[in-house]
T-cell receptor, first 113, second 114 residues
Framework: SAVISQKPSRDICQRGTSLTIQCQVD?????MFWYRQQPGQSLTLIAT?????????ESGFVIDKFPISRPNLTFSTLTVSNMSPEDSSIYLC??????????FGPGTRLTVL | AQSVTQLGSHVSVSEGALVLLRCNYS??????LFWYVQYPNQGLQLLLK??????LVKGINGFEAEFKKSETSFHLTKPSAHMSDAAEYFC????????????FGTGTSLTVIP
């Protein structure tokens, strides 16, 4: 398995601002993923972030809105840009250290006013 | 393409009663299947997984699930519910390729009645 931490754990932000979420893993992993969980709903994959390459975004998500960095094998950031109330969600990162199972961080709870 | 259907968005059971959470999947290839639990204000925790070994998979906290290919199901069970089992449960499927997307069900909220 893997131990994953996220910062911040929660935040309340104003409309039009941006928030950068950090994800730190206790071991080196190739694959990292960012998910969004809107209130009362399931998880939706935003993008896959591999170290050394551009993130791959899923349909409906664009780099200008959700820029991702992956500077090394233990760290990634997701920025939620120009936020609106519709961006209020839980944002989770996950890793796949063994090739078949994803392990999740505790999530960042974002409220946009 | 893969997809997951969880029947019943809300399930209530009495403490000590059987827990049964249903999950059916659709996959064009033999899948990997997972159950995750999300306690209030927390992230997702892996309960158990099926990756083509034994079809009856035992997980943490007394949960188990059985992969039934003929029924395309992977239902989660626990013989005796405990108050601490109250949480949101998600079934997920992947198509076995490393780094492939996980497809999550819509989740089932389990309430345990004392």
């Amino acid at each position: 398995s893997a131990v994953i931490s996220q910062k911040p754990s929660r935040d309340i932000c104003q409309r039009g601002t941006s928030l950068t979420i950090q994800c730190q893993v206790d071991s080196q992993v190739t694959m990292m993923f960012w998910y969004r969980q809107q209130p009362g709903q399931s998880l939706t994959l935003i993008a896959t972030a591999n170290q050394g390459s551009e993130a791959t975004y899923e349909s409906g998500f664009v780099i200008d809105k959700f820029p991702i960095s992956r500077p090394n094998l233990t760290f990634s950031t997701l920025t939620v840009s120009n936020m609106s109330p519709e961006d209020s969600s839980i944002y989770l990162c996950s890793v796949e250290p063994l090739g078949d199972t994803q392990y999740f961080g505790p999530g960042t709870r974002l409220t946009v006013l | 393409a893969q997809s997951v259907t969880q029947l019943g968005s809300h399930v209530s059971v009495s403490e000590g009663a059987l827990v049964l959470l249903r999950c059916n999947y659709s996959s064009s290839v033999p899948p990997y299947l997972f159950w995750y639990v999300q306690y209030p204000n927390q992230g997702l925790q892996l309960l158990l997984k099926y990756t083509s070994a034994a079809t009856l998979v035992k997980g943490i906290n007394g949960f188990e699930a059985e992969f039934k290919k003929s029924e395309t199901s992977f239902h989660l069970t626990k013989p005796s519910a405990h108050m601490s089992d109250a949480a949101e449960y998600f079934c997920a499927v992947s198509d076995r390729r490393s780094g492939n997307q996980f497809y999550f069900g819509t989740g089932t909220s389990l309430t345990v009645i004392p």
